[in-house]
């Protein structure tokens, strides 16, 4: 049932309509529902993509220092060229709002960006030590597609709209 309660002078109009009607589950709902908008109402999308772009830029400051033979079967260290391409590439990501969950060296040398998805896609860039920069698109079944992150502006974003509906659960998506 409708209640109208005359507002006080500069006060807004209230329109109740859970008076007589809401029930304590629904209370409970709204209480948790204010709850958690105030818990987040400081914070900032653009802000946590900022900290997540210095923490990876502070992964490939790291990667500097990573020895040769650093896994133990003779693979490479990171050179500058490929850790400088991964840098690259990262904010090219971060332009479009995506951003891995790990910078590792490569066992091929080079530098891989990790991402997983909550779907059952994963995906890694890696840049080489000997210049190229590859874009692996796979799934948990064993299927996969690469793609070459070089050449023009447009191919760049073309790679980066499949990568995103791949996180984003559609198949091998590539154009």
């Known amino acids: 049932m409708l209640n109208y309660t005359p ?3 500069g006060e807004p109009a209230v329109l109740d309509t859970f ?5 304590d589950e629904v209370r409970v709902l709204i209480d948790t529902l204010r709850a958690a908008y105030e818990q987040n109402r400081g914070r900032s999308q653009i802000r946590e993509l900022l900290d997540q772009l210095n923490t990876m830029n502070g992964l490939l400051n790291q990667l500097y220092f990573v020895p040769d033979d650093w896994n133990g079967y003779g693979s ?3 050179s500058k060229g490929s850790i400088e391409a991964t840098r690259d590439v990262l904010n090219s990501l971060w332009r479009e709002a995506i951003l891995p969950d790990k910078a590792l060296p490569s066992a091929d040398g080079g530098v891989a960006l990790l991402f997983r998805s909550p779907s059952q896609n994963r995906a890694a860039i890696e840049s080489l030590n000997e210049g190229g920069t590859f874009v692996l698109l796979y799934d948990r079944q064993g299927n996969s597609k690469t793609l070459i ?3 023009s502006e447009a191919n760049k974003q073309a790679v980066l709209r499949n ?5 984003r659960g559609s198949g091998l998506a590539v154009a």
């Open 7 to 9: 507002p006080a002078v």
């Open 19 to 23: 008076e007589r009607t809401a029930s």
């Open 76 to 78: 490479p260290s990171p």
């Open 149 to 151: 992150w070089e050449g």
């Open 163 to 167: 990568l995103q509906r791949h996180l």
